[in-house]
């Protein structure tokens, strides 16, 4: 075996079949942060060799996501199906070094193995008929039929890592198959066309090719590592370290999945959470330092060791993941978020140019909103109108305070356009027509802002202009 190369390198390899899931992107996080600690290097590679699921509006998603939540990488995006003749060439040296060799056996041929070995009650599995062996004749070649090419794993002892997760694990070679790492080119493929490896073979070549020398990913692929160790050794390629972190279970205890819930980082970002608060809450999610909940990434970076993952499930909380996004909501710049709340208004059709307006708004609510959409449901009333309710009207557009609504109108047509000019204005109608605050308040913000509660509404006033607030309260 060649001895490991000294440069941290970690990959995250997305199959381009959908959204960047989650999961892929706190393993994505976890690759990203272990090979930034180190000073080391990462790659992105697109697993597109599943011809009939994979898109291009796949790969385009997954390539936003990463850039959105800034997962840098160093080299790629690099992408399986422009590697064929790599695979190609590898799996000729395995066949003529003995590691690998081609099958003929049939899909109904197999199918008929199976049957077999069910009826006599033993786990199916291939029988190893076109496996050479020394001494041992092979089947008559079939004619019309196209080889697979399978891997010969190593009949006896067993394979074992440290998982930088699980710790150590240890798989007995007898449990193994020969697996395929090479399928024929479809019917309908064209002359000189190549066929496509499986996952297990594809990933293993590439992670050689690649010098990865840190593998994290999902537990679901725990049961594949065994055959990817075999192929590294047998290849003599040096083995990366593998850390395979638990799955991520909807609030429900579940497997987090698509029927239940959002599951892909997208559907986050529409929402109004924003991308630090989504790496804070996914590195949460099978990783701690400390106590530490609220953190940047730079300071996950400078934490991030690849020690203190989690070996147990993490449990989906959206009610963490708001608490999570408030925090870092309530530090991010009002000017950045008003760029993003003219986008989430966008969105619903609402233009607000007045991004200084936008701003204002967004210091005066951004204590109470846990997300950008929360903020915008806010900033709404500045760029349209906002009809009460016929019960809210009913309940605080009484004919007690409409004398004092027309009195302030007046007022405000003259008063200095500012909060304290407003308080002014609000605290002279309050004198003159003999009422409190608590009566007048909720019938201004009734009428100017569509609901009977808001922050201090001088304040609120001041976010819109003069003859908006004139224009909402003429119908007094
Ligand atoms: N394409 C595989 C997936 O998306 C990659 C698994 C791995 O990291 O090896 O699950």
């Given at each position: 075996m060649t001895a490991a190369p000294s440069k941290v390198r970690?990959?995250?390899?997305?199959?381009?079949?959908?959204?960047?899931?989650?999961?892929?992107?706190?393993?994505?996080?976890?690759?990203?942060?272990?090979?930034?600690?180190?000073?080391g290097e990462?790659?992105?590679?697109?697993?597109?060799?599943?011809?009939?699921?994979?898109?291009?509006?796949?790969?385009?998603?997954?390539?936003?996501?990463?850039?959105?939540?800034?997962?840098?990488?160093?080299?790629?995006?690099?992408?399986?199906?422009?590697?064929?003749?790599r695979?190609?060439a590898v799996?000729?040296q395995m066949?003529?070094a003995?590691t690998?060799?081609?099958?003929?056996?049939?899909?109904?041929?197999?199918?008929?193995?199976?049957?077999?070995?069910?009826?006599?009650?033993?786990?199916?599995?291939?029988?190893?008929?076109?496996?050479?062996?020394?001494?041992?004749?092979?089947?008559?070649?079939?004619?019309?039929?196209?080889?697979?090419?399978?891997?010969?794993?190593?009949?006896?002892?067993?394979?074992?890592w440290?998982?930088?997760?699980?710790?150590?694990?240890?798989?007995?070679?007898?449990?193994?198959?020969?697996?395929?790492?090479?399928?024929?080119?479809?019917?309908?493929?064209?002359?000189?066309?190549?066929?496509?490896?499986?996952?297990?073979?594809?990933v293993v070549v590439d992670d050689w090719d690649m010098a990865i020398t840190h593998v994290?990913?999902?537990?679901?692929?725990?049961?594949?590592?065994?055959?990817q160790i075999n192929i590294f050794c047998a290849l003599g390629a040096a083995l990366p370290q593998f850390?395979?972190?638990?799955?991520?279970?909807?609030?429900?205890?579940?497997?987090?999945?698509?029927?239940?819930?959002?599951?892909?980082?997208?559907?986050?970002?529409?929402?109004?959470?924003?991308?630090?608060?989504?790496?804070?809450?996914?590195?949460?999610?099978?990783?701690?330092?400390?106590?530490?909940?609220?953190?940047?990434?730079?300071?996950?970076?400078?934490?991030?060791?690849?020690?203190?993952?989690?070996?147990?499930?993490?449990?989906?909380?959206?009610?963490?993941?708001?608490?999570?996004?408030?925090?870092?909501?309530?530090?991010?710049?009002?000017?950045?978020?008003?760029?993003?709340?003219?986008?989430?208004?966008?969105?619903?059709?609402?233009?607000?140019?007045?991004?200084?307006?936008?701003?204002?708004?967004?210091?005066?609510?951004?204590?109470?909103?846990?997300?950008?959409?929360?903020?915008?449901?806010?900033?709404?009333?500045?760029?349209?109108?906002?009809?009460?309710?016929?019960?809210?009207?009913?309940?605080?557009?009484?004919?007690?305070?409409?004398?004092?609504?027309?009195?302030?109108?007046?007022?405000?047509?003259?008063?200095?356009?500012?909060?304290?000019?407003?308080?002014?204005?609000?605290?002279?109608?309050?004198?003159?027509?003999?009422?409190?605050?608590?009566?007048?308040?909720?019938?201004?913000?009734?009428?100017?802002?569509?609901?009977?509660?808001?922050?201090?509404?001088?304040?609120?006033?001041?976010?819109?202009?003069?003859?908006?607030?004139?224009?909402?309260?003429?119908?007094?």
């Open positions: 970690t990959r995250i390899a997305p199959s381009p079949t959908g959204f960047l899931h989650l999961g892929t992107a706190r393993t994505a996080l976890y690759s990203w942060a272990y090979a930034r600690h180190h000073g990462f790659v992105l590679r697109i697993e597109d060799t599943d011809v009939v699921r994979s898109t291009e509006d796949s790969v385009q998603q997954i390539l936003q996501s990463m850039q959105w939540l800034g997962l840098d990488y160093d080299e790629g995006p690099i992408y399986q199906m422009q590697r064929l003749q695979y190609h799996a000729e066949i003529a003995g690998a060799y081609r099958c003929y056996c049939t899909p109904a041929e197999l199918d008929e193995m199976r049957e077999q070995q069910r009826a006599r009650g033993e786990k199916t599995h291939y029988d190893g008929r076109w496996r050479p062996a020394p001494g041992k004749p092979l089947p008559p070649l079939p004619e019309g039929v196209q080889p697979v090419v399978r891997f010969a794993n190593p009949a006896q002892g067993a394979v074992a440290d998982d930088l997760v699980k710790g150590p694990i240890s798989i007995n070679n007898q449990e193994i198959d020969d697996l395929i790492i090479l399928r024929p080119p479809a019917d309908d493929a064209g002359p000189g066309a190549l066929g496509v490896p499986t996952y297990n073979f594809a994290f990913r999902g537990d679901e692929h725990i049961n594949n590592t065994p055959w850390g395979h972190c638990p799955v991520i279970l909807g609030d429900d205890g579940l497997k987090l999945s698509k029927r239940r819930g959002a599951v892909s980082v997208t559907a986050y970002e529409e929402s109004g959470y924003l991308p630090e608060a989504m790496l804070n809450y996914l590195a949460r999610l099978g990783w701690s330092h400390g106590d530490e909940e609220l953190f940047s990434a730079q300071q996950m970076v400078q934490w991030f060791d690849g020690s203190h993952l989690s070996r147990s499930p993490a449990q989906w909380d959206p009610a963490k993941l708001a608490w999570v996004n408030a925090h870092h909501l309530k530090a991010a710049s009002d000017e950045r978020l008003a760029l993003l709340a003219q986008q989430q208004l966008a969105r619903r059709g609402v233009s607000a140019a007045a991004l200084g307006a936008l701003a204002q708004g967004i210091a005066l609510f951004k204590d109470r909103c846990a997300t950008v959409v929360e903020l915008a449901d806010w900033l709404q009333m500045l760029f349209v109108p906002m009809p009460p309710s016929a019960e809210d009207l009913a309940t605080h557009v009484t004919d007690a305070v409409k004398p004092a609504l027309r009195g302030l109108r007046d007022q405000l047509t003259t008063a200095t356009w500012d909060k304290a000019g407003i308080a002014a204005a609000i605290k002279a109608s309050l004198t003159a027509h003999q009422l409190k605050m608590p009566q007048l308040a909720p019938a201004l913000r009734v009428l100017v802002c569509g609901r009977a509660q808001t922050p201090s509404i001088d304040a609120v006033l001041a976010l819109f202009p003069r003859e908006e607030v004139l224009s909402r309260l003429q119908h007094v």
